[in-house]
């Protein structure tokens, strides 16, 4: 059986970050069941890696807690968030301007040898 699983937001628009919650909160909660999480960001939803952009975010208006609260909750509970390399040069920044929590870019083919070789559960959001 896999300990790994892959979260890949792909779909998820931070436009809705009603949408934003659930990927966040499952992240948090197989991290502290103890497997390895992995949570890559790509396509719109790359956007949240970006400093300031899931600070200004809430899943539930007026409610205190931040869409970046959400991803440090999963953070420290072990959880990694990745960009997608491709996401740099669309939003025109660089790795600098990623939040903390980004472990760094997971590029295509890594996220996909990962997938093809059965090292991870895949939930898309």
Not at 21 to 27: E, L, Q, S, T, V
Request: hydrophobic share 45%.
């Amino acid at each position: 059986m896999s300990r790994r699983l892959l979260i890949v937001l792909v779909n998820t628009d931070p436009r809705n970050p009603e949408e934003l919650g659930a990927p966040f909160y499952h992240a948090a909660v197989a991290a502290a069941m103890d497997y390895e999480v992995d949570v890559v960001c790509a396509a719109t939803a790359g956007k949240l890696m970006i400093k300031g952009i899931a600070q200004g975010l809430h899943v539930k208006p007026g409610h205190p807690m931040t869409v970046h609260d959400w991803i440090r909750e999963a953070h420290g509970h072990g959880a990694r968030f990745w960009a997608c390399p491709a996401n740099l040069d669309l939003f025109n920044v660089t790795e600098d301007d990623l939040i903390g929590e980004c472990s760094g870019l997971m590029g295509a083919a890594t996220m996909l040898r990962g997938v093809m070789e059965d090292e991870y559960r895949v939930l898309t959001y």
